[in-house]
């Protein structure tokens, strides 16, 4: 339940001592009102996992800004695995799986015994659960999974009077509803208080979920033993939802942190081994604690917070209550290594889960269709939580581009959902950790002048999927507008059925100068249009609406005023807001994709990037960007497309320059790595050859890569050196790969713009001996046909070769990649022969949704291409630079 990640408890229990550092961790997969001990499923992360991922196969794209509309979160290779799934579970269609709330429990005693044993990974159980009975019944319900109870040991006794009530019958659902049912021979007395005991025996997997073992190497040596066990005991919690229980006992050593930075008892436990990897979350997390303790105004409830680091967990990270419990690259930072994005993320998901300690454990939902309260105010204060301990990330100011024009991507389909639905199953609940609660939950609207009730408000938002585009047309003699509202949709069927009225209430403010107050109005539920009287604007002032972005609306505006925006940009862009600049573009771009302005209008507005320094407004471009660099590749307009992206990338590049420097703030190394990319991938000569000259120095030095190359330019580099280099330079890039297992040079090898380098790189895939690791033979596909010059060769590979891919890799990767060499397809011929590529192969292709998306993509691609490469073409030879001339060397 948390941005990154997770199931829906942990409780890290027995670890051996010395030599074998082993791991056990117990998910308990219950609400508020529910009891259970939950063994989930988990089926892998291998080639199965790649099954279950369709449609979302989507790693992080070659340049790391396209975004893929399909996606259905940004992290989605995090976002898997957060709610239990029994897989063999099938219920029935309306069949009501949650527990009827007859009896609520007040107090569990949970003894576990795990026998860490080859050949016996039992574990011997025993519960006591104190209940107090609400509405009479003889029927005792409660959640399992995977649990060998012994029934004989099952005991319902009367707190009141001690005596025994019988159990009559014990009914065994876990394989279907994942419950089990004490049916009792009386009536249990509505206010009274009952015990439950049982003993019980589970299998201590190795899934990554539920009671599960699990080992990690230490001083080169893992072990299984059985020395002495242990008791230990804890005392009783606060009352707390069951999905928050967490213990652990493990050789992990506890970091304290410093004296004064919280009142609360703040540790970090990791591995021995990486205690100096701690050393950032020491300092961070007790400051935010201390934060939300004053910004809540409300003490933290416990005596003490840990966060642990685990080298094996199925989730990104978990808030359970006083022991927060993550994967470790999300709490462990190398300061030699880690990137800014690396270092920042580790800051936003500690500020995540201890806001979860407040908004999630101290409040909880009363269920899971509820979840973005949990969830959408966690990622919304995780902004403001990493704010307050590094001020210099601005995360405020990231916040649009992170979760708001985001997630715009994602609801802007008829495929999302409300952010409030009906969920039973474990599957339906599962399916609600995503960005419509992650993102679109924590873009709250910022309003003062509420016009109706809060609930009439919210209701428009949090029941209905979706959001509004709002069209501006300016009056220019009265000096009003008419503002309409309607559904935002990339992509609009022809035979829904949905009978949604999606109209909002929508808070519009708007302004023409930033120094004034802002001013506001509403566009009611029942509003398509209103006319807005005066603007406060002059006929040759602009206006811009939704100030700062700070509500969940994209914008159109007529003609006239978008002239005024641009004029404005181009002679003075910081009489405009960042935010703004930054929804401007966004919001251009994605209004001219799907043909609700022209092209040139939201081109117009690149004209000012050569003055634009900020990383957010460049950022929130720069997808768009390589939408249209990606479409017309292969097109006659594309040098004149290059020499106006490099006409605006160049003086950013310019700006921040190649070098790092420790000195340089968090945002302009955000910034170097946008302006590095680009001005390298066009051809900027200082770029390319600064790349070459580090990566010349990389090979003399190969041990002192942290040295050389900063983490933040490192793919870039690596990427540049091969596209321009020569076979020197793949060569050393293979060898670090095979020797250090650093795939940042695998898919640097994929940057290459030789064909043949390209076609020998993929038929090392079938060679169980070329030296590319099998878990990464998905990596080298994706991103060869995320390569302009390898599109084609991975879809011809795919097609003449299929026999010897099934051979050498089996079918999963199939559908996968037939998904990956669509993005760049924009012909009809490249669609004649993936058409021709799924009929060949019905069996494996024929009902795959990464197929079905692939196809649309492609189809997508054809129709932009028909409606806009004459327009695109047309402004690009009406505005091309003064031409420069850009000398670049390529080593041969």
């Known amino acids: ?230 008791w230990d005991n804890y005392r009783t919690s606060v009352t707390m939802s069951s999905y928050l229980v967490a213990f652990m006992v493990s050789e992990f050593i506890g970091i304290p942190a410093e004296p004064g930075l919280s009142n609360v008892e703040f540790s970090i436990w990791a591995r021995p081994e990486a205690r100096n990897l701690t050393d950032y979350a020491r300092n961070i997390g007790p400051r935010i604690l201390e934060f939300f303790e004053s910004y809540y105004n409300v003490d933290y409830p416990l005596p003490k917070q840990d966060m642990a680091a685990i080298p094996d967990f199925a989730a990104g990270a978990m808030e359970n209550w006083g022991l927060i419990t993550y994967r470790e690259q999300y709490l462990l930072i190398d300061p030699n290594t880690a990137t800014a994005r690396a270092v920042q993320l580790a800051a936003v998901v500690s500020a995540h889960e201890l806001a979860h300690q407040w908004f999630g454990n101290l409040v909880t939902m009363d269920w899971w269709n ?84 809060v609930k009439e408000i919210m209701d428009t938002w949090t029941f209905k999927m979706g959001y509004p585009y709002v069209t501006v047309s300016r009056n220019y003699q009265t000096g009003g507008a008419v503002v309409t509202q309607n559904r935002f949709l990339l992509r609009k069927s022809n035979d829904t059925t949905d009978p949604t009225v999606y109209q909002w209430w929508v808070p519009l403010t708007y302004t023409s100068d930033y120094t004034q107050t802002t001013k506001k109005d509403w566009l009611s539920v029942d509003q398509v249009s209103k006319t807005l009287s005066s603007l406060g604007a002059t006929a040759n002032q602009w206006v811009i609406f939704n100030v700062d972005q700070q509500n969940y609306y994209r914008v159109a505006y007529d003609t006239t005023n978008y002239g005024l925006i641009r004029d404005q940009l181009i002679a003075d862009h910081q009489r405009v807001s960042a935010n703004n600049r930054a929804q401007l573009l966004d919001d251009a771009f994605t209004l001219a994709l799907t043909e609700l302005i022209s092209y040139a209008q939201a081109l117009d507005l690149t004209l000012y990037l050569k003055y634009e320094r900020e990383y957010v407004p460049w950022h929130a471009v720069l997808s768009e960007l390589n939408y249209i660099d990606n479409m017309l590749y292969n097109f006659p307009e594309f040098p004149n497309w290059k020499n106006h992206m490099t006409s605006i990338v160049e003086p950013y590049y310019n700006f921040v320059g190649f070098q790092e420097t420790q000195s340089d703030p968090h945002l302009e190394k955000y910034c170097r790595i946008d302006a590095m990319n680009w001005a390298c991938r066009l051809g900027v000569a200082d770029c390319v050859q600064n790349s070459l000259s580090t990566y010349a120095t990389l090979m003399s030095q190969p041990d002192n890569l942290a040295q050389i190359v900063s983490p933040n330019e490192k793919s870039t580099i690596l990427r540049t050196a091969i596209e321009y280099g020569g076979q020197v330079e793949y060569d050393f890039a293979f060898n670090q790969y095979k020797t250090k297992s650093d795939t940042s040079f695998l898919v640097a090898m994929c940057a290459s713009k030789e064909a043949t380098v390209l076609s020998g790189l993929l038929e090392m895939l079938l060679d169980p001996n070329s030296g590319i690791l099998r878990s990464d033979v998905n990596t080298v596909f994706n991103y060869v ?108």
């Open 370 to 453: 509820a979840l973005w309260l949990n969830e959408g105010f966690a990622s919304y204060m995780e902004y403001i939580g990493t704010d307050a301990v590094e001020p210099d990330f601005k995360m405020n100011d990231q916040f649009i581009i992170e979760n708001l024009q985001y997630v715009f991507g994602i609801d802007a389909l008829e495929t999302s959902r409300p952010i409030n639905i009906d969920v039973n199953t474990p599957a339906e609940i599962n399916s609600m950790f995503d960005a419509i609660s992650y993102e679109k939950g924590s873009c709250e609207s910022k309003r003062s002048n509420v016009v109706s009730t």
């Open 785 to 892: 046909a995320n390569n302009p010059v390898g599109n084609e060769i991975a879809l011809d590979f795919l097609i003449n070769r299929w026999d010897d891919i099934q051979n050498a890799l089996g079918s999963v990767y199939f559908s996968v990649w037939y998904r990956y060499v669509c993005t760049r397809q924009n012909t009809q011929a490249g669609l004649d022969k993936l058409i021709q590529l799924r009929d060949a192969h019905q069996v494996i292709l024929g009902n795959s949704n990464s197929v079905k998306q692939g196809i649309d993509t492609v189809e997508s691609n054809i129709q932009w291409v028909s409606l806009n490469q004459g327009e695109i073409g047309n402004w690009l030879a009406g505005n091309q630079p003064v031409k420069k001339v850009f000398s670049v060397i390529r080593h041969q």
């Open 1 to 230: 339940m948390t941005r990154m990640g997770k199931r829906t408890l942990a409780l890290l229990a027995q670890k051996m001592r010395n030599l074998l550092p082993f791991l056990v961790l117990f998910v308990v997969a219950s609400a508020v009102q529910a009891f259970s001990n939950v063994q989930t499923q988990y089926d892998g992360p291998d080639e199965i996992e790649l099954r279950l991922l369709e449609p979302a196969v989507v790693p992080d794209p070659v340049d790391g800004v396209s975004r893929w509309w399909y996606t259905p979160s940004q992290k989605a290779h995090i976002y898997r695995h957060k709610y239990p799934k029994n897989i063999q579970a099938q219920p029935r269609q309306g069949e009501d799986l949650r527990l009827s709330g007859d009896v609520l429990p007040r107090l569990y005693n949970v003894r576990l015994l795990p026998f860490i044993e080859v050949g016996n990974w039992t574990t011997d159980g025993y519960v006591e659960i104190f209940i107090d009975c609400i509405r009479s019944t003889v029927n005792i319900s409660m959640n399992s999974l995977d649990l060998t109870i012994d029934q004989a040991s099952v005991t319902v006794t009367d707190e009141q009077t001690g005596n025994p009530i019988n159990v009559v019958n014990f009914i065994d659902e876990q394989s279907t509803r994942e419950i089990i049912t004490l049916q009792v021979s009386q009536p249990l007395t509505v206010g009274r208080q009952y015990k439950i005991t049982m003993k019980f025996i589970s299998i201590l997997n190795a899934l990554l979920a539920g009671f599960y073992r699990s080992s990690y190497v230490e001083n080169g040596v893992t072990n299984v033993g059985m020395p002495g066990f242990v």
